[in-house]
């Protein structure tokens, strides 16, 4: 019980924290998450190439794969994977220096994730993803998420920390604009507080 106390102190000293996010779940295939890490990275990939046309669609990501790959990204969000909803998840995502997620065999650093996400609401997204409404939910989350957390790393400010991404969300700081052909591009209005 007494190391339970220390947790803030322990955290903020690792240069390395692995955050364990379950197994992936039984009625997801560990293709379609495996494809659903890809698909970040190709995200990723595809905004940093200077001729996007010739940075092929990976293999694992075909059309009849991609619903599935946001599928398997949804149980990894806050809107089903309980993860999020830990009380010591601001610890375990705010004070180390590096996060990683563990997801069954699967890895996936915080950096991708953050830089995915970035690449979703930056202006020139558009000119290369398209979110499809079933799955602008998942993405809208998983935008939230990051932001939230990356803004309380660089806030020190104990009332932001102790605050969820919920009651961060539903406050309005996060707002989603879209435009054209089920494109959307992300944008958040200032700096989010808690009550």
């Not at 379609?32 to 046309?53: E, K």
Request: one cysteine or more; charged letters at 25%.
């Amino acid at each position: 019980m007494q190391q339970v106390r220390h947790m803030g102190e322990i955290y903020e000293e690792c240069t390395q924290c692995i955050a364990w996010m379950g197994e992936v779940r039984d009625d997801i295939a560990l293709a379609d998450a495996d494809a659903a890490v890809q698909l970040l990275h190709y995200m990723i990939a595809l905004s940093r190439a200077d001729d996007s046309d010739s940075l092929p669609l990976p293999e694992s990501l075909t059309d009849d794969a991609i619903p599935e790959a946001n599928r398997a990204l949804k149980s990894l969000s806050r809107l089903e994977n309980a993860w999020w909803k830990r009380i010591w998840t601001v610890q375990e995502a705010v004070l180390p220096d590096d996060l990683t997620f563990q997801w069954g065999p699967l890895t996936l650093p915080w950096r991708t994730l953050m830089d995915a996400t970035q690449t979703l609401c930056s202006s020139e997204s558009s000119t290369f993803f398209a979110i499809d409404p079933p799955y602008d939910e998942v993405w809208d989350a998983l935008i939230a998420d990051t932001v939230w957390v990356d803004n309380a790393k660089i806030r020190d400010d104990e009332e932001y920390h102790m605050s969820t991404p919920f009651q961060l969300i539903h406050r309005g700081c996060f707002h989603r604009h879209r435009h054209g052909r089920g494109g959307s591009t992300g944008k958040w209005g200032g700096t989010p507080f808690a009550d």
